[in-house]
């Protein structure tokens, strides 16, 4: 099936650093959409993306649509604890129904 | 406006026996999304539905499982005959149809087989 290669797999920073984290396809995507999934609960939606090269901020959050439509970055500035989680980028495949695929997830662990 | 909502939020079940997980869209919404998701594992795409019609059933096991979304009433995730394999999370998500991959997830069903 088709594949999103999200990396890290986990990062482990101090409070107030900046983080980054990114998925690629050897596939088009016409959307991507980073959520971040706490214990016990399902994925929230924190940025969606449905045009190559475009640029989306939330809050301290910064997400773009890579050009070539086929990746995606995540940043997230100046860390607090409260941003712990795993963070998943999924993409809608050109073409695709409508389904999802997801990437396998980045662990953000913050020590304060 | 409340979000997507699943029942129960954990289910035990004995091998062999039914499975029944519901989910009600937000308000407002007629797409319906099923994913399962394993430990440690992003999640994976099942079925597709819309009122009363199935779009997509690709991420569908061959047997025992469908899926139904009604006129009326929630969307139904049926497993029969549970194995022990099938113990994951289960999740639902809605999108209103335009864009459609806005996709909105509910808060999970936890299947264990014993």
């Known amino acids: 099936?088709?594949?999103?290669?999200?990396?890290?797999?986990?990062?482990?920073?101090?409070?107030?650093?900046?983080?980054?984290?990114?998925?690629?396809?050897?596939?088009?995507?016409?959307?991507?959409?980073?959520?971040?999934?706490?214990?016990?609960?399902?994925?929230v939606l924190l940025i969606a993306l449905?045009?190559?090269?475009?640029l989306t901020s939330n809050g301290r959050?910064?997400?773009?649509?890579?050009?070539?439509?086929?990746?995606?970055?995540?940043?997230?500035?100046?860390?607090?604890?409260?941003?712990?989680?795993?963070?998943f980028c999924a993409g809608q495949l050109r073409g695709s129904q409508g389904n999802?695929?997801?990437g396998k997830g980045t662990k953000l662990s913050v020590k304060p | 406006?409340?979000?997507?909502?699943?029942?129960?939020?954990?289910?035990?079940?004995?091998?062999?026996q039914e499975a029944r997980l519901r989910c009600s869209p937000m308000k407002g919404h007629s797409h319906v999304y099923w994913y399962r998701q394993l430990p440690e594992e992003g999640l994976k795409f099942m079925?597709?539905?819309?009122?009363?019609?199935?779009?997509?059933?690709?991420?569908?096991?061959k047997e025992r499982f469908s899926a139904e979304f009604p006129k009326e009433g929630p969307s139904i995730l049926r497993i029969q005959q549970v194995v022990r394999g099938d113990s994951a999370a289960y999740f639902c998500a809605s999108s209103p149809g335009v864009p459609v991959s806005t996709q909105?997830?509910?808060?999970g069903t936890r299947l264990t087989v014993l």
């Open chain 2, 104 to 107: 909105y997830f509910g808060p």
């Open chain 2, 1 to 16: 406006n409340a979000g997507v909502m699943q029942n129960p939020r954990h289910l035990v079940r004995r091998r062999g």
């Open chain 1, 1 to 43: 099936g088709q594949q999103l290669n999200q990396s890290p797999q986990s990062m482990f920073i101090q409070e107030g650093e900046d983080v980054s984290m990114n998925c690629t396809s050897s596939s088009i995507f016409n959307t991507w959409l980073w959520y971040k999934q706490e214990p016990g609960e399902g994925p």
């Open chain 2, 47 to 61: 079925v597709y539905l819309q009122k009363e019609n199935i779009i997509d059933e690709s991420g569908m096991p």
């Open chain 1, 100 to 102: 999802l695929i997801f």
């Open chain 1, 50 to 54: 449905y045009k190559a090269g475009e």
């Open chain 1, 61 to 87: 959050l910064t997400a773009q649509f890579g050009i070539t439509r086929k990746d995606s970055f995540l940043n997230i500035s100046a860390s607090i604890p409260s941003d712990v989680g795993i963070y």
